[in-house]
């Protein structure tokens, strides 16, 4: 793509006949027009952009998650994978909304009444967990008693062995409670997906994709197994947001 020049970033679908705008701020910052692309009930929702490829940032992928959360306030949607660009507007009526309209239309029946909703839970005391991961296991107990007296110039490879045990105990661990966590939530949702976990103190970074009228039970269920591990586990829950975890249109222009 050729920075040079000017095309339409496409943030999500809705269902639509009427050319609409949205007060929102977009890739291209404040100023910039948040508008529709319609064609027969289905609409884009896009601003004017450079066709550049964005980095995907943290910044960059929350301006695309604002703008479709500013939208799905009022309209089912359907999100565009990031960084998609058309070249020029009837790009997105000839090659998106016309050759793809039945299969846009499923997925907007089947979107109809959910909602996606994030759980994210981590250890509290690292310390607490590092410590329970020696007592529960004896040989790390034994090895660790053994290499304590030792100055720090001595028994450098055992130490390094007994770090590498450790890591794997911690990732067993953590797999554990992550599955346990993960099905308390999952009986609740209509379909769940377990995400990539970063760094040791992630236990769970789980999508769910919630149907509206059990919603009041699934924000209860959290209320209670937080409370439950309150001692030992810092939970995040956030929602209703874009439902990228189990709707993505990815477009090919060519």
């Not at 339409?8 to 929102?24: E, G, H, N, P």
């Not at 565009?80 to 009526?93: G, N, P």
């Amino acid at each position: 793509m050729t920075e040079n020049k000017f095309g339409q970033y496409m943030y999500c679908l809705i269902r639509s006949d009427v050319d609409l705008t949205f007060d929102a701020v977009g890739m291209s910052g404040p100023g910039n027009k948040i508008y529709t692309v319609c064609h027969d009930g289905l609409a884009a929702v896009v601003s004017d952009s450079p066709v550049i490829e964005y980095e995907v940032s943290r910044g960059n992928l929350l301006a695309q998650q604002k703008v479709n959360e500013h939208v799905m306030k009022d309209y089912v949607i359907l999100p565009f994978k990031f960084c998609t660009i058309a070249e020029r507007v009837e790009d997105i009526q000839k090659k998106v909304l016309v050759p793809r309209r039945k299969q846009f239309l499923d997925k907007f029946e089947y979107m109809v009444d959910k909602s996606e909703h994030g759980i994210r839970v981590i250890w509290k005391d690292m310390n607490e967990i590092f410590n329970e991961l020696i007592e529960e296991r004896n040989d790390l107990r034994r090895m660790r008693d053994r290499l304590a007296p030792l100055p720090p110039d001595r028994g450098r490879d055992k130490k390094i062995e007994l770090g590498e045990k450790v890591k794997l105990a911690l990732e067993g661990k953590n797999a554990a409670a992550e599955d346990e966590l993960f099905h308390f939530f999952k009986p609740l949702s209509v379909e769940a997906k377990k995400n990539k976990l970063y760094g040791d103190r992630m236990i769970l970074n789980g999508a769910f994709l919630i149907q509206h009228d059990v919603q009041a039970a699934f924000d209860e269920k959290v209320e209670e197994v937080s409370a439950r591990y309150a001692e030992r586990m810092q939970f995040k829950y956030v929602g209703p947001t874009q439902p990228s975890n189990f709707v993505e249109i990815v477009v090919h222009w060519d």
